[in-house]
């Protein structure tokens, strides 16, 4: 199993706007039958402005079915809007 670890701090431009805009984008990618988990978070209030603003943490069964995910043609039209509103990204896939 690999978890897929995405974490993005977002342009202060609209930023709460951006926020609810890539949760509910990113909740459209809950119909990808080949994440086995789903998560996607955004940082808790009252913590650290350093912190991360939204966060996706996906499992998957294999590098290849991540890899599939990632190639899908609904990640590309989500990776485009994030790419879009973004300033910082990272990422981190392992083995669980």
């Known amino acids: ?8 701090t977002l ?3 609209n ?7 890539f949760l509910e ?5 809950r119909k990808l039958e080949i994440i086995k988990e789903f998560n996607v ?4 209030e009252k913590t650290p402005a350093s912190n ?4 996706l943490i996906f499992d998957f069964d ?8 990632q190639k899908s043609p609904q990640h590309i039209e989500f990776g485009e809007f994030v790419y879009s509103v ?11």
């Open 15 to 21: 930023k709460e706007k951006n926020i609810n805009e």
């Open 86 to 96: 973004r300033v910082d990204r990272a990422c981190i896939d392992y083995e669980i």
């Open 1 to 8: 199993m690999i978890r897929h670890v995405c974490m993005f």
């Open 41 to 44: 978070v955004r940082n808790a």
């Open 11 to 13: 342009k202060e431009e």
């Open 52 to 55: 991360y603003d939204v966060a």
């Open 25 to 29: 984008r990113a909740e459209k990618l």
């Open 62 to 69: 294999t590098v290849e079915t991540l890899d599939e995910y």
